[in-house]
């Protein structure tokens, strides 16, 4: 089914704010400003895409299609369901994509956690992948919260020193690769939140009963927050939209907690060097204010990080008898699930540590039934008759 674009626009409420607060310069004309001189050219966004609000008023285009998708790392090696859900959800829409085979990773963890790298470096990376996205004529949808972070502030380096421009430059022309910058960075949940109405017309399961805690990820709206989408019919405007209002479309009871502003624990450096500590504060801060506060049927949020620090934390909670036991899924996982999405052969939540089929159960998924079929992929896998799932063998 066609997307409808007309009907994903902005919300008919605005913002009411003081003149004196909106920032005088918003970073895609300064970006802009720079291609007029010279500098670099800009990958605008293509058509169609929805216009969504920040929180200073600024508009941001999000594109629906034709995107390029930076994967991440650690969702390709810990949780590959959530990959397979956001091609899964392109599909079922009919959105054209790219999934492309010469991405490199964005070295974030160079520069978050062990400081190893330098400016020129990691913005180099930054503008390689850009660059290749630009040659194909896809836009890059960035999957990882800490690479969408890392690539705003590699963008509010590059802006501020003509010095780093100059150095990245001839990187660059090593590489024979052009001075790209997209005319906006997106993140893959704020297609899914412009894209959340379609996803609730294909919806096949009966989500009211279900409880959902959200977890906003801090690389989404704490760094260069005003890339970040906010509604005034999300808490006023107060908290980032993303993935609330999608499980609000879905039908979804969103339950609040305390601590929702918290870290999730990952943190970067000391989920290193410091392990303990992020396990602890996953649980403490998090998974158990939310079940003494909320008792969700499952948190919901929408980074790599997040989703594999508030599950995997669980178990070793579990040993010492914490009050844990919240099954955690990014946005992605939970709207594939409920446009009738396989539990394992496309969210793969075998993957997942903290036990998720009574949720399935909740929500009136036969997880018996799927799990005899995935075992059933797993002997032909075996056997040799296939070399591996297909998309077909995904739908059927």
Request: hydrophobic share 35%.
């Amino acid at each position: 089914m066609p997307i409808d674009v007309a009907a994903m626009g902005k919300s008919s409420r605005t913002f009411h704010r003081d003149p004196q607060t909106v920032k005088s310069r918003p970073l895609r004309d300064r970006v802009l400003e720079l291609e007029a001189e010279g500098e670099w050219i800009v990958h605008r966004v293509p058509e169609p895409y929805v216009e969504l609000e920040n929180k200073f008023g600024r508009v941001k285009k999000v594109p629906l299609g034709h995107t390029w998708h930076h994967k991440s790392c650690g969702q390709c090696g810990h949780i590959p369901g959530y990959s397979t859900s956001i091609f899964w959800l392109h599909r079922k829409l009919g959105l054209d994509y790219r999934d492309p085979r010469d991405q490199t990773s964005c070295t974030a963890w160079n520069y978050y956690a062990s400081a190893t790298s330098n400016s020129a470096a990691q913005a180099a990376v930054a503008l390689r992948n850009f660059a290749a996205a630009y040659e194909t004529g896809y836009f890059p949808l960035i999957h990882c919260a800490t690479s969408y972070g890392h690539y705003k502030e590699v963008r509010e380096e590059l802006l501020a020193s003509p010095q780093l421009r100059g150095e990245v430059r001839r990187i660059m022309e090593m590489m024979k690769k052009p001075m790209v910058m997209p005319e906006e960075i997106v993140h893959y949940s704020e297609w899914v939140h412009a894209a959340r109405h379609q996803v609730a017309a294909h919806k096949v399961l009966d989500l009211s009963n279900i409880v959902a805690t959200v977890h906003p990820a801090c690389h989404y709206h704490k760094l260069v927050a005003e890339d970040a989408i906010y509604d005034p019919d999300i808490y006023g405007g107060q908290r980032t939209a993303v993935v609330t209002a999608t499980l609000k479309a879905l039908g979804a009871q969103v339950a609040d907690y305390s601590t929702w502003f918290d870290c999730c624990g990952f943190g970067f450096r000391h989920i290193l060097v410091q392990r303990d500590f992020t396990r602890s504060f996953a649980v403490q801060r998090k998974i158990e204010v939310m079940k003494e506060e909320a008792n969700p049927d499952v948190t919901i949020t929408h980074d790599t990080g997040c989703v594999t620090t508030l599950d995997q934390s669980q178990f070793a909670a579990r040993a010492h008898q914490r009050k844990v036991g919240i099954p955690v899924l990014s946005e992605a996982q939970f709207c594939a699930l409920a446009m009738g999405a396989h539990p394992y052969r496309v969210c793969q939540l075998h993957w997942h540590n903290t036990e998720t089929r009574p949720l399935l159960e909740k929500m009136g998924i036969d997880h018996q039934a799927r799990w005899r079929e995935f075992e059933a992929d797993v002997e032909r896998l075996k056997r040799g008759e296939i070399e591996y799932l297909t998309w077909e063998d995904a739908d059927a």
